[in-house]
């Protein structure tokens, strides 16, 4: 067993779970619900039994609660960055639970450390990316028809893809 990967994605999983957690409720404290900010804490004690049980639903549910959340505290007024960053969180808390899940223990072998590399460095790339896209977008107001915006999506898309490959050619 690779001793040093374990406790990374453990430790990134607690740091994605974490920070999703503060900016949840957070949310709530800042509008005074203090109803929905319980709730997010309970959601947030949640996501550690779902850590024990993650070939459970427990992990599903644990992120669309913790979307849901985010949504209803943007629809309440709330600071819309803490919602951008809990959601993007949750979503990386909810995939490396899953990730370490099906990994389990058995991370020896140059080939699975590699692996593990890869898919960290992924999930890192399009969290980051989507959160920061995100956040521009809201401070950016730019009015775009829709048929320019898809173009654009798509062109992105085609770009990322293009980066994605020649890194991956660059690495062997």
């Not at 099906?102 to 020896?108: D, H, I, K, R, V």
């Not at 969290?127 to 995100?134: D, K, P, Q, R, V």
Request: glycine share 6%; aromatic share 12%; proline share 2%.
């Amino acid at each position: 067993m690779d001793r040093m990967n374990l406790p990374l994605r453990q430790t990134m999983y607690f740091i994605c779970f974490g920070v999703s957690a503060v900016c949840l409720i957070m949310l709530f404290i800042l509008t005074s619900q203090w109803v929905l900010a319980v709730m997010a804490a309970f959601v947030s004690a949640v996501w550690f039994w779902a850590k024990r049980h993650p070939e459970t639903w427990l992990p599903h549910l644990c992120l669309l609660a913790s979307i849901s959340l985010a949504v209803t505290g943007l629809l309440l007024g709330s600071a819309s960055f803490l919602a951008v960053i809990s959601a993007a969180a949750s979503l990386a808390a909810w995939d490396l639970l899953l990730f370490n899940s099906a990994l389990g223990e058995n991370t020896s072998g140059e080939h699975t450390r590699r692996f593990i590399k890869h898919h960290l460095q992924a999930l890192g790339l399009s969290i980051g990316f989507g959160t920061a896209a995100a956040l521009l977008g809201h401070f950016l107001q730019v009015k775009i028809p829709f048929i320019g915006l898809v173009i654009l999506i798509i062109l992105l898309y085609l770009g990322l893809d293009r980066i994605w490959i020649f890194i991956k050619d660059r690495r062997g």
